[in-house]
């Protein structure tokens, strides 16, 4: 079956414009996991999403960030006025159940800001 | 908070030779759950390896194995008969539950990057 997708791949903005990045997990998984990605470093957690709710959202650096998944498929990351220190690479990950079960990830979107 | 510490920013190893990558962590939960994660220059993650803190005895998948030290914190992965294919950065990872929810966000180390030479 189809693996975690991600779009687009790469996203180049303008600071300060708006911007959504998608993913869509693999089909039957509840739990939704987004992490961001700088270079030369691990992920780092942003939100996580168990069915359409977020369960934990205490990764979300600030208000300007903001994520959904209105029918517990698909999710939808938001970042409004972005700013150079948004670039980096976001991940999103999905798994059966739980986060202690394997997260498999997708490709990524790289984000730049200029 | 949960930290994961990996003290090796860069390993090399011959073809065919063992490697092992260390990864130290800390917390104050009992019920934990530890990964290795690779990441290849594709960028996507792919899951090595996972141990649960419960299970005394070190998982092991092929040529993948841990060694879990619950007592000193530490969860190192040993590669054997390392091959081409292997390099790529290498991420330590931790997942608890906390105050009784659901076990959730991945907390990772820095990464290590591991180049096999032929």
């Known amino acids: 079956g189809a693996g975690v997708s991600q779009t687009p791949s790469n996203k180049v903005t303008e600071k300060g414009k708006y911007v959504e990045l998608r993913c869509d997990p693999i089909?039957?998984?509840?739990?939704l996991y987004w992490y961001r990605q700088s270079l030369g470093q691990g992920p780092e957690f942003l939100i996580y999403?168990?069915?359409?709710?977020?369960?934990?959202d205490s990764g979300l650096p600030n208000d300007r960030f903001f994520a959904v998944r209105p029918e517990g498929s698909v999710s939808t990351l938001k970042i409004q006025r972005t700013e150079r220190g948004d670039s980096a690479v976001y991940l999103c990950?999905?798994?059966?159940?739980?986060?202690?079960?394997?997260?498999?990830f997708g490709p990524g979107t790289r984000l730049t800001v200029l | 908070a949960q930290t994961v510490t990996q003290s090796q920013p860069e390993m090399s190893v011959q073809e065919a030779e063992t490697v092992t990558l260390s990864c130290t962590y800390d917390t104050s939960e009992n019920n934990y759950y530890l990964f290795w994660y690779k990441q290849p220059p594709s960028r996507q993650m792919i899951l090595v390896i996972r141990q649960e803190a419960y299970k005394q005895q070190n998982a092991t998948e092929n040529r993948f194995s841990v060694n879990f030290q619950k007592a000193a914190k530490s969860f190192s992965l040993k590669i054997s008969d390392s091959q081409l294919g292997d390099t790529a950065m290498y991420f330590c990872?931790?997942?608890?539950?906390?105050?009784?929810?659901?076990?959730?966000?991945?907390?990772f180390g820095q990464g290590t990057i591991l180049t096999v030479h032929p």
């Open positions: 089909s039957g998984h509840t739990a």
């Open positions: 999403f168990q069915g359409t709710g977020a369960a934990d």
């Open positions: 990872a931790f997942t608890c539950a906390i105050g009784g929810t659901s076990y959730g966000k991945l907390t």
């Open positions: 990950a999905s798994s059966q159940g739980q986060g202690y079960n394997e997260q498999f």
